[in-house]
Nanobody, 121 residues
Framework: QVQLVESGGGLVQAGGSLRLSCAAS????????MAWFRQAPGKEREFVAA????????DYASSVKGRFTISRDNAKNTVALQMNSLKPEDTAVYYC??????????????WGQGTQVTVSS
């Protein structure tokens, strides 16, 4: 089993920045592909960003590309999402996800409890 705990959410004005962090435990972190998803009220959960086990490969949703950056620290068992130039439409609950498979297009077996991000206009 893998346990994921997100932190760093909050309220920010449009144009501002937030940094989300996710701490993982339960399996060797370097063997986990990591990602961030989000779910806005009344909408389906959507992919935000993913990072490979080594951190060399990253992938982003088109809606956040150029504004968000995903990174990981395999020594600290953490993955982060730096969010800049935030927009009201970025308001959502953000979830950290992990999986043991290497495929960047694969599903995710493990999920955190989520952290709320609210962007005011």
């Amino acid at each position: 089993q893998v346990q994921l705990v997100e932190s760093g959410g909050g309220l920010v004005q449009a144009g501002g920045s937030l940094r989300l962090s996710c701490a993982a435990s339960g399996r060797p972190f370097s063997l986990l592909r990591m990602a961030w998803f989000r779910q806005a009220p009344g909408k389906e959960r959507e992919f935000v960003a993913a990072i490979s086990r080594s951190g060399v490969i990253t992938d982003y949703a088109s809606s956040v590309k150029g504004r968000f950056t995903i990174s990981r620290d395999n020594a600290k068992n953490t993955v982060a999402l730096q969010m800049n130039s935030l927009k009201p439409e970025d308001t959502a609950v953000y979830y950290c996800a992990a999986d043991r498979s290497a495929s960047m297009t694969g599903e995710y077996a493990y999920w955190g409890q989520g952290t709320q991000v609210t962007v005011s206009s």
